[in-house]
Every structure is written in C-alpha cells, then in structure tokens.
C-alpha cells in the first residue's frame, strides 16, 4: 500500500478512488434500474431528498412519477412500488458516512496545499459555517411552507446530506480566500476574514428567514431559541466544570475547543428537547418528529428525548477525551478537521431544529 502511495501519489489515489466509485455506481443503476437504482438508490437517498422538498410524510416510487402517498408509507397501494420518508435511515448511514471521509480526505488535501500551520485559528474561524450550514437548511424548511419558490431538484441542494457538500465548498472557498488575504498583508491572522465570511453568511440565512417571518409566510417563536440556547449553554458549563473538577485530563488536548463541542451538541440535544417534547409550551401549534434513527429509537423507547439530550453530552465528553495531546502532535491539521465535522455534525442539526421550531417551519 505505501509503494502504491508513493508511485501514485495520495491526492491522485483520492481522486481515482472518487472515480471509479462513480462510475461503478452509475453503471450498476444503468444495467440494473429496477434492483439498483429504484429499490436502493431512489428508496434510500433521492426519495427521502424529494418528499422532504415536497413536505410529505411518504412518498411513493409509482413507476416513476413520485407521488404523495399520504401520512402512513404502510398507506401506499400494492403498486406504488418503494416507498420513502424524510429523514435518515441506517441503510442511508451506510452510504453517506463513507461518502463524507472520501469528502473529508479532500478537503484535508486542499488545507495541505494551502500550507496551514495555526488549526486551532482556523477551527474557531470556521465556527460561524457551523451555524451557517443549519440555518441554511431552515430556509429549505422554509421554502416547502412557502409553497416551493426554489423547486427541485435546485432545492435539494439546501437539504441533508447535499447541503453539508454545499456549506463545506463554501468553507473551503472562503479558507482560500482568507489565507490569500493574509498572506498578502492585507489582514494579520486568516481567522479574522474567515470568521467574518462565515458571519456575513448566517446573518444573511437568518435575515431571509426573519423576511419571510414579517411578510407572514412562516411564524416566530423567538423564546425557542433563548431557552435552547440558553439550555444549552447551562449544561454545558455545568459539564466543563465537572471535567475541570473530577477529570481535568479529559480536556487537556483540546483546551477550549472541548467546550464548543459540549455546547454544540448540548445545542442540538436541547434543541430536539424542546422541538420533540415542548415545542406547543411556547405557542407552536405542532412538535417536531425525529428524523434520525438513535433519536426516534431513543423517544419510542422512552417516550421523551430527555435521554437524547444526556446521550449527546455524554458522546461529546468521550470524543474531546479521545481528542488527547497525542493525536495533535501526531496530525493537527486531520485532528482538527475531524473535531471541526464533530462540532459541524452536532450544530448543523441542531441549529436547525431550532430555527425550525423559531420559525414554525
């Protein structure tokens, strides 16, 4: 393997990898269209996209026009063929998480070009694109409700897993053009430039959002985001005091990047909190249903997501604890681009169920 590495390169290895998995894709559903395509392409990836664009509880294959097949997919008639729901499943899981290290071995390989030595900067800069990325979705949320202004497949491009490409080349653009900025003197660090960009976006997500809330086409419900914001940030320094206290070691390697992964995920965990159990206490005429499978088991199984919200902070405690001085010395830039999709994973969800819920989308 390290012969064939040095032969071909990693970046060249990476790109053919990309590749051949495309075109074998593309083949396989081309030879077999029914087997390959419909029954695991179309049921597992694009149809979940197309009934969440269209705000459909299920949808139905139906030789291919793809149609509302009501509230219960158990509905859909003997002919209508695979059916889908918004949301993830584990046999999604099971091709988005390979797809998103082929993404991040890329975009690894983008910060190596540009020859970055100061990453824990850069993390802190590239926090905005994490609120960024679920604010953005909330828009998409929003459009359904607004009756479809941006029509598929252009608003498939703002839904889960194709905007986390999406909010990640927006990144990667606004990183080159941040380090460029810096090293032609005009600014002192490429954080500051980076964090703005990344600023300027949310502000900009969350302004259409605040439009289309005054026009009345979408509610607003601010004390959702005070109390999951606020939520989020009591458990959080309850939890980084008990680490400082009981186990000081376990945030030795990350420092204070450790306290934005608590409160990422803390954010996400109140956010599902409020959305799922108290959304009507604070005038939502609805709740919000779980759209990933450990959440929906967790709220079956305990018939509320208070449990989710203990899981989340104690699967961040056990990711900074592994985040330990040795792995940064051995590959910061990897380490932090892992810590930065670790905070990403957690906010981009988590932002967005709030804002959903803020503006009753």
Known sequence: MNELLDRVGPVRLWAVTVLAVTIAVAAAAVAFPQRVYVEVIWQYYWGPVVADANGWSCVAWAGG????????????????????????????YAGYVPTLLLLLVGIYFVVE??????????????????????????????????DLLIPLPWSALLISPFIYVVVALVAVVAVVIAVWLERRGTVSNYAYPLAAIGTGALVLTVAILAVLSARGGIGFFPLITVATIGGATLITA???????????????????????????????????????????????????????????????????????????????????????????????RYAILLLITVVAVGLGPGTRD?????FGV
Not at 266 to 280: E, F, H, R, S
Request: glycine share 10%; proline share 6%.
């Open 65 to 92: 026009e793809q149609v509302d097949a009501g509230a219960n997919c158990a509905d859909a008639g003997p002919g209508d063929g695979p059916t889908a729901t918004p949301g993830y499943t584990w046999q999604s």
């Open 113 to 146: 070009w540009l020859d970055i030595d100061r990453f824990r900067e850069g993390f802190y800069g590239l926090f905005p694109f994490m609120l960024f990325g679920g604010a953005l979705r909330t828009v998409e949320d929003a459009n359904v409700q607004a």
């Open 238 to 332: 309850v939890t980084w005091v008990a680490i400082d206290r009981l186990a000081p070691g376990i945030n030795r390697g990350t420092g204070y990047m450790g306290l934005v992964v608590i409160w990422a995920h803390a954010v996400d965990g109140i956010a599902n909190l409020i959305g799922l159990d108290y959304a009507t206490a604070f005038g939502w005429p609805y709740t919000l249903s779980p759209k990933h499978p450990i959440n929906a088991a967790i709220v079956d199984f305990f018939g509320t997501a208070w449990p989710f919200v203990a899981l989340k902070v104690a699967a961040a405690v056990f990711i900074i604890w592994v985040f330990d001085e040795a792995i940064f010395e051995e590959s910061p």
């Open 354 to 358: 709030m804002l959903r819920a803020t």
